[in-house]
T-cell receptor, first 111, second 116 residues
Framework: KQEVTQIPAALSVPEGENLVLNCSFT??????LQWFRQDPGKGLTSLLL?????REQTSGRLNASLDKSSGRSTLYIAASQPGDSATYLC??????????FGQGTILTVHP | DTGVSQDPRHKITKRGQNVTFRCDPI?????LYWYRQTLGQGPEFLTY????????KSRLLSDRFSAERPKGSFSTLEIQRTEQGDSAMYLC??????????????FGEGSRLTVL
């Protein structure tokens, strides 16, 4: 059974800092790894998807890496902004789309 | 195409009542998923459909819960005899499963249920 853990549970940083969110998973036979953003009371917005054969994906100021052998993924956010404040969720996916989520990291970027 | 649509966005009901949520996936997406998210937790898988066929149900989906996707387009999730423990955000997602399957899921805004 896949289990996903995210560290830290909460993070508060000043604007402009680069930061790393961590995600670990127990079953290395994942099909993909997805990172999502969730604003309070809202649904999930997909940020990055990394296939099991890939090592990383980049979109703008975001970079996600995947190391299946160690069961880890990281989300790197460069030059953080107050608008980045949200909960970030990672999820390990199977080939048929079933996702197992971590509990999320609550990020606060203060001006 | 406006993405995955869920209705209603918020539902407040009394314990024992029945509630139904509707999800309209992205058009041409053949897979549809339901997840439940309680406060401070990540979403948990409930069930998924490929077209109209329900292919997997989580043990979280008790016999008071039923999901349908009658024509392979929109889906409904019904909760009968609601309990306070059913209070949560119910999230719907869809994906396109095919030869070049990336497995990427697209989520709706969710339906928040409060059982008094």
């Amino acid at each position: 059974k896949q289990e996903v853990t995210q560290i830290p549970a909460a993070l508060s940083v000043p604007e402009g800092e680069n930061l790393v969110l961590n995600c670990s998973f127990t079953d290395s036979a994942i099909y993909n790894l997805q990172w999502f953003r969730q604003d309070p009371g809202k649904g999930l917005t997909s940020l990055l998807l990394i296939q099991s054969s890939q090592r990383e994906q980049t979109s703008g100021r975001l970079n996600a890496s995947l190391d299946k052998s160690s069961g880890r993924s990281t989300l790197y956010i460069a030059a953080s902004q107050p608008g980045d404040s949200a909960t970030y969720l990672c999820a390990g996916g199977t080939s048929y789309g079933k996702l197992t989520f971590g509990q999320g990291t609550i990020l606060t970027v203060h001006p | 195409d406006t993405g995955v649509s869920q209705d209603p966005r918020h539902k407040i009901t009394k314990r024992g009542q029945n509630v139904t949520f509707r999800c309209d996936p992205i058009s041409e997406h053949n897979r549809l998923y339901w997840y439940r998210q309680t406060l401070g937790q990540g979403p948990e898988f409930l069930t998924y459909f490929q077209n109209e066929a329900q292919l997997e149900k989580s043990r979280l989906l008790s016999d008071r819960f039923s999901a349908e996707r009658p024509k392979g387009s929109f889906s409904t999730l019904e909760i009968q005899r609601t309990e306070q423990g059913d209070s949560a955000m119910y999230l719907c997602a869809s994906s396109l499963f095919g030869r070049s399957n990336t497995g990427e899921l697209f989520f709706g805004e969710g339906s928040r249920l409060t059982v008094l």
